[in-house]
T-cell receptor, first 115, second 110 residues
Framework: GAGVSQSPRYKVAKRGQDVALRCDPI?????LFWYQQALGQGPEFLTY????????KSGLPSDRFFAERPEGSVSTLKIQRTQQEDSAVYLC?????????????FGDGTRLSIL | EDQVTQSPEALRLQEGESSSLNCSYT??????LFWYRQDPGKGPEFLFT???AGEEKEKERLKATLTKKESFLHITAPKPEDSATYLC???????????FGGGTRVLVKP
């Protein structure tokens, strides 16, 4: 597609359930990023992939968060044993390659609500 | 610790009333400063990249400037369609990640 696509757009889960969020980056984009955005705040970095390699996962808040990009295109962010504090919008971004000259293009996010 | 701070948090303008948004940063190894626009329910949309102090970029009614410690986004004669949250972010080559500020919510009333 023309832009970064994320699914589902909305996800409601009960506390303790596992969730999986999907990101389809722009075709041909090597770099893929996940961010978490709390209500009224700016996005916060979670993790970064270059092709299938996860080069930085320093922003993942706990070991309940896991991301993968097995074939270097589609990525999945998984959250195990969800907690209420996990409620946020999860944004995915991609760029052609990792350089300041290549801006990150964002999807519209998945809004996750934990009850 | 890397930090990006935006002010004001919210700005209400009358159509045609020019104003400026501030982004101050302390990001070690900063390679550039990005500005994004975010509409409700949407992801951030890229506006500008600024690489060095003294640089300016313009797009329609928006002009971004950069000094060694802060960046400004000037909105000239805004229209209601300029209502959005404006985000700035510092980019450092190490990790290729963006450090965002909290954003400025701009409302332009007709």
């Amino acid at each position: 597609g023309a832009g970064v696509s994320q699914s589902p757009r909305y996800k409601v889960a009960k506390r303790g359930q596992d969730v999986a969020l999907r990101c389809d980056p722009i075709s041909g984009h090597v770099s893929l990023f996940w961010y978490q955005q709390a209500l009224g705040q700016g996005p916060e970095f979670l993790t970064y992939f270059q092709n299938e390699a996860q080069l930085d996962k320093s922003g993942l808040p706990s070991d309940r968060f896991f991301a993968e990009r097995p074939e270097g295109s589609v990525s999945t962010l998984k959250i195990q044993r969800t907690q209420q504090e996990d409620s946020a919008v999860y944004l995915c971004a991609s760029s052609l390659y990792s350089s300041i000259n290549q801006p990150q293009h964002f999807g519209d996010g998945t809004r996750l609500s934990i009850l | 610790e890397d930090q990006v701070t935006q002010s004001p948090e919210a700005l209400r303008l009358q159509e045609g009333e020019s104003s400026s948004l501030n982004c101050s940063y302390t990001v070690s190894g900063l390679r550039g400063l990005f500005w994004y626009r975010q509409d409700p329910g949407k992801g951030p949309e890229f506006l500008f990249t600024l690489y060095s102090a003294g640089e300016e970029k313009e797009k329609e009614r928006l002009k971004a400037t950069l000094t060694k410690k802060e960046s400004f986004l000037h909105i000239t004669a805004p229209k209601p369609e300029d209502s959005a949250t404006y985000l700035c972010a510092g980019y450092k080559a190490a990790g290729n990640k963006l450090t965002f500020g909290g954003g400025t919510r701009v409302l332009v009333k007709p």
